[in-house]
């Protein structure tokens, strides 16, 4: 089983939904990071449970731990232990599903694959494991910010493109799609909406899903600014391939695109391409249909990606489906669940393109150097 991610900062995360803790362990790190509790905290709290009346009632504080590879609010170069303790579990809620597999679920494929589950909440299947990501995000979110400051030291305090920032929000929630852009309103709403005028009619689509047992899914939006140009590792170790692999292993993502994506195959190559100019002595583009990624390699242009999130798969309606032993039944999932994973998938989302951003940086410094 693999549980690592990254090349040179590698992150390994580990634990269960209903076990005693869930945890990450992030080598590769440079030394001499501000990096304090209170910053792994800060992300935690964007994605824990019990946010809103769309979020699953499940209440864990999501307190972090950090056990090794910090002093004196440095980061050491050695590798970052963190723990968050599950506290709010009820396993009981699962005993009826020790049986049988629910649909939509990892249920099936986990039993085929290595003869046993963990039938209480997923095991380490579970969107719960995330919370392990959103802390090594956070590390790394701290390692991109470092790395601009000392940039901008090294040009004598000159003013530069800024630090790399990276904005993730629900750009649609069960067929009802943003048409604007606000990155203000991303955190002024529970929805992580980022139109103001659409997340209301977001908010009734869900509610409607919920009083029917039912869920729904959406879209997330990633957009990635100041970007320095000549990020990546070609062939096999592309940008644009280790982002689709972070964004992709998140449970219930169905789909990625990057840029004019699918909509790409309805046009022509001229309409397609994204004319380069000079202005001022400094190359640009007057158009990002590429998404801010060419050959895999980053543009400077902002990276744009959109990942499709499915329905959460437990609901309360009832499903057909197959016990253990291959006997057809029929099941209504208990337990406090998302009627939409989509809000609490953004942060999600957000620091696992941290994670590869840091690494990639990492990377391109050693090859420098």
Sequence with gaps: MRNSFGKTFKVTTFGESHGVALGCVIDGCPAQISLKEEDIQRELDLRKPGQSKFATPRKENDKVRILSGVFEGKTLGTPIAMIVENKDVRSEDYGNLK????????????????????????????????????????????????????????????????????????????????????????????????????EPLMEKE??????????????????????????????????????????????????????????????????????????????????????GLLGGISTGQDIIIRIAVKPTSSISKPQKTITKQGKNTQIEVKGRHDACIVPRLVPVAKNMVAIVLADHVLMQKRNLS
């Design 206 to 291: 869900i509610s409607s899903a919920a009083r029917e047992g039912d869920s729904v899914g959406g879209i997330v939006e990633i957009i990635i600014k100041n970007v320095p140009a000549g990020l990546g590792e070609p062939v096999f170790g592309k940008l644009s391939s280790d982002l689709a692999a972070a964004l992709c292993s998140i449970p219930a993502v169905k789909g990625i695109e990057f840029g004019a994506g699918f909509l790409s195959t309805k046009m022509r190559g001229s309409q397609n391409n994204d004319p380069l100019t000079s202005k001022n002595g400094k190359i640009t583009f007057t158009k990002n249909d590429a998404g």
């Design 99 to 198: 049986e049988v597999f629910r649909p939509g679920h990892a249920d099936f494929t986990w039993e085929v694959k290595f003869g046993v589950r963990d039938f209480r909440g997923g095991g380490r299947s579970s969107g719960r494991e995330t919370v392990a990501r959103v802390m090594a995000g956070a590390v790394a979110q701290k390692i991109l910010e470092a790395e601009k400051a000392t940039k901008e030291k090294k040009k004598g305090g000159k003013k530069t493109s800024g630090k790399i920032k990276i904005y993730a929000f629900a750009a649609e929630i069960g067929g009802i799609a943003g048409e604007k852009v606000d990155l203000d309103y991303i955190e002024k709403n529970p929805l992580r909406a980022a139109d103001a005028k659409k």
